[in-house]
């Protein structure tokens, strides 16, 4: 949702009454110790009873040591953190927040920069807008132009973000543009996770500048987390909330914070600034402002708060999207297009690779088709199937890092409102799909002539639209991993099992007759079945190969292709139904991997 040119002077304070969190008990128990744990988390408080107010025009810094609850505290604020969680009130210019609005007129900014190497800055910017904006193209450009110039990012424009491999904008510059993707809405209120965080001194302060010349000029309400400021950095904090262990020790100006250190008999060394020491001697605060410091809210109330925040959270959560799922799926598709093409190492590997092992391949099984009864080996044909496929099947794992570095902003992005979900899978299953064509291709032409298989067109175009089929089935299965998975480590030696499981029990070492019952199931969810079946029945059906001789003796034929396949127990048919069975696939993978990316969001806003 845009904000008209009225919703920009409405000016938001943000305030909290009795804000208190806990870590949730989880809603499944596994074992005794599994509860017991869930009892010991259910009075684990990470914030008690907080009061802090925020108003606009000034910057609000949230400090404290680590585990104070800074993080948490500003999660909340940002909508965040599941509110059936939380107790107590947050109050938006003194109504009850509600996340899905007040989620449109806030940017919030996270400590971890989840921004896109490969794409420069002004593309960053650009796709940001194209998506969280009204008003197409056009008004696109002019706002990031205008935040280009407002960032001091006009000289990096043209710039790729860069990563630790390859390198691209500064550290201060990246935390700029991490700002700018939050800020393309021009909203009333921002929300940053320690800004200068990794930064030098001078990086840091050129951060907090930009931040107090926003809520100067602009009238934002600006809410920040930090750990340990300068004194220049200081300097520019309108109010300061002290937190250690989840309670509040002081919130206000830094002069009261200096006079109450005073008072309660403490020498602020010269070298040292009033916060960082105030953060040092967090303890002994506890007991000398101890008059401020509220009691948890009881058990029952607690509960009672948690019951009315799901209903609640249920009816609010309505999304008003700025674009149609059409237009959705285009932007997406072409960022996602730039991120793919220009992953050179990735695209041109593959490509490599895929005309490598097709060469190898055909070279090594060459003329295994050959019909002379001395050279035709059926066992090395089926083989070469068999080992073809687990290249297929296996390649397409290098996927997943990109499926997981997407997942993170995906993450962001949504709890934001800037797209659907079904967009973003939508636009990832297009890009893929003529990349996946390409790797097909040149997969299939050299090693279908070389290894000297059914020569005729038929059953080239039938082969390689097999092999697609394959390569497309294979992707939407990491895909639908990778939505799963925390991590790449978990996720290559998870692929790697399942796909080993697939390959055992697709009937090549082991037929489905002689398969246990209770394993059975395997058989027909294994990726390997169905495509190996359509390669033997597109070798050894229809009319050429119904009368084609496979194995001879003394010039007499006793194995025809027909009567293989019935030994298989494959029918012609199967020719088509098998191949429906895999785009099944495909579309089932893609629907799953939409569900567990939408229950993921849903838990992270809800």
Not at 53 to 61: D, N, R, V
Request: include cysteine; hydrophobic fraction near 45%; glycine fraction near 8%.
């Amino acid at each position: 949702m845009e904000t008209s040119s009225g919703d920009r002077k409405i000016q938001y304070r943000i305030k909290t009454n009795n804000l208190s969190y806990k870590l949730a008990p989880p809603y499944y128990v596994l074992s005794w110790l599994c509860w017991q744990e869930a009892i010991k988390n259910t009075s684990k408080y990470i914030l008690k009873n907080v009061n802090c107010e925020a108003k606009p025009g000034e910057i609000t810094a949230i400090a404290g040591p680590s585990g104070a609850g800074k993080t948490t505290l500003l999660e909340i604020l940002a909508g965040m953190i599941v509110p059936s969680t939380v107790s107590g009130q947050v109050l938006v210019n003194d109504r009850p927040m509600n996340d899905t609005k007040f989620q449109k007129v806030s940017g919030y900014v996270t400590q971890d920069e989840a921004l896109f190497p490969l794409l420069t800055v002004e593309e960053t910017l650009m796709y940001s807008a194209r998506l969280r904006l009204h008003g197409g193209l056009n008004k696109a450009e002019a706002r990031v132009k205008e935040l280009l110039k407002e960032l001091g990012l006009d000289h990096v424009a043209g710039v790729r973000i860069g990563s630790e491999s390859a390198r691209g904008i500064s550290g201060g510059e990246k935390r700029r543009v991490s700002i700018g993707v939050d800020l393309v809405h021009d909203p009333a209120v921002l929300l940053i996770d320690e800004p200068t965080s990794g930064l030098d001194s001078s990086s840091a302060l050129h951060v907090v500048l930009l931040l107090k010349s926003m809520a100067k000029n602009q009238g934002k309400t600006i809410v920040l987390t930090i750990h340990q400021p300068g004194f220049r950095i200081l300097e520019l904090f309108d109010r300061v909330v002290l937190l250690s262990n989840g309670i509040v020790l002081h919130h206000g100006p830094l002069h009261l914070l200096e006079q109450r250190l005073t008072l309660a008999g403490h020498c602020i060394p010269r070298h040292v600034n009033v916060l960082e020491f105030a953060i040092d001697v967090t303890e002994s605060l506890h007991g000398e402002f101890k008059d401020d410091i509220g009691k948890c809210d009881a058990e029952q109330e607690y509960v009672q708060v948690k019951i009315s925040s799901i209903l609640g959270n249920v009816a609010e959560k309505q999304i008003i999207y700025p674009n149609s799922t059409f237009k959705e799926v285009l932007i997406l598709s072409q960022r996602f297009s730039y991120n793919i093409f220009r992953t050179k190492q990735l695209f041109a590997g593959r490509i490599i690779q895929t005309v490598l092992v097709g060469v190898l391949l055909g070279t090594i099984f060459m003329n295994a088709n050959n019909d002379h009864p001395k050279r035709f080996k059926l066992p090395t044909q089926v083989g070469f199937f068999a080992i073809s496929l687990a290249f297929l099947l296996s390649s397409t794992t290098e996927a997943l890092p990109i499926f997981l570095q997407e997942r993170r902003i995906l993450m962001r992005e949504t709890s934001r409102g800037a797209y659907r979900i079904s967009s973003y899978i939508i636009a990832n299953t297009i890009v893929f799909i003529p990349f996946l064509l390409t790797v097909a291709i040149l997969f299939t032409t050299p090693v279908y002539w070389l290894v000297g298989l059914r020569r005729d067109v038929d059953g080239f175009l039938y082969f390689s639209l097999v092999v697609w089929v394959v390569v497309l089935m294979s992707n939407s299965f990491v895909a639908c991993l990778s939505a799963l998975v925390p991590n790449f480590i978990v996720g290559m030696p998870f692929t790697a099992g399942i796909m080993g499981s697939f390959f055992l029990f697709s009937g090549y070492f082991i037929s489905k007759d002689d398969i246990p019952k209770y394993w059975l199931f395997m058989h027909y969810l294994s990726l390997f079945k169905y495509p190996f079946e359509c390669f033997m029945i597109n070798e050894f059906g229809g009319e050429k190969g119904k009368w084609r001789c496979l194995e001879s003796f003394e010039g007499e034929c006793f194995l025809y292709g027909e009567k293989f396949l019935m030994q298989l127990g494959l029918k012609e048919s199967q020719k088509w139904s098998n191949l429906v069975v895999m785009l099944v696939f495909i579309f089932g993978y893609r629907f799953v991997c939409f569900l567990i990316l939408w229950c993921r969001s849903y838990r992270s806003t809800a």
